[in-house]
């Protein structure tokens, strides 16, 4: 399996519901990141989270990292439909290339 | 809020052409990347780039591609000789300091080669 896989692939909620979205690695990490991709469009950068650290907030969301596990997850709390994207996480392992992950479509009804 | 800015959005080429893809940094960053990515797959690195040398590369990259800060403010990536599987999405890259920092990405040059 390869580094940085998300779960689910795809994922379709109610506004006002929570999304949670998770992605294991393999290797050590310096940090891992969040990006969110609209349909055909750029890489908007989330979050950053550190390997020391455990969880990290900002706005609606909450990211937490288990190194232990080489797991994260990423929470967007009362989602709106303008929410709707593809969320994907990053990691760096011991160089500053970002290694992808496959992505969760999250889709968000009104 | 500064940006990285990415020209052309779209560009369309017969296999074989050479294309050279735009990227303006954010201007206090030191450390450059192309990324790219295939319709419906993940974003891929291709090469890292400090200080007007390669730092690291990736083996999608290549002796077709090329990259090159030919001012303060460009950061270009050239394909040679374009192959069909070249298209995809290119996404530019910076970040202030390696390791420690966001990359932050360029809206993309879609590269189609027909």
């Known amino acids: 399996s390869q580094q940085g896989e998300e779960d689910p692939q795809a994922l379709s909620i109610q506004e006002g519901e929570n999304a949670t979205m998770n992605c294991s690695y393999k290797t050590s990490i310096n940090n891992l990141q969040w990006y969110r991709q609209n349909s055909g469009r750029g890489l908007v950068h989330l979050i950053l989270i550190r390997s020391n650290e455990r969880e990290k907030h900002s706005g609606r969301l909450r990211v937490t990292l288990d190194t232990s596990k080489k797991s994260s997850s990423l929470l967007i709390t009362a989602s709106r439909a303008a929410d709707t994207a593809s969320y994907f996480c990053?990691?760096?392992?011991?160089?500053?290339?970002?290694?992808f992950g496959t992505g969760t479509r999250l889709q968000v009804f009104p | 809020e500064p940006e990285v800015t990415q020209t052309p959005s779209h560009q369309v080429t017969q296999m074989g052409q050479e294309v050279i893809l735009r990227c303006v940094p954010i201007?206090?960053?030191?450390?450059f990347y192309w990324y790219r990515q295939i319709l419906g797959q993940k974003v891929e690195f291709l090469v890292s780039?400090?200080?007007?040398?390669?730092?690291?590369k990736s083996e999608i990259f290549d002796d077709q591609f090329s990259v090159e800060r030919p001012d303060g403010s460009n950061f270009t990536l050239k394909i040679r000789s374009t192959k069909l599987e070249d298209s995809a999405m290119y996404f530019c890259a910076s970040t202030e300091l390696a390791f420690y920092n966001e990359q932050f990405f360029g809206p993309g040059t879609r590269l189609t080669v027909l």
């Open positions: 780039f400090y200080n007007n040398e390669i730092s690291e």
């Open positions: 201007s206090n960053h030191l450390y």
């Open positions: 990053a990691t760096d392992a011991n160089t500053d290339k970002l290694i």
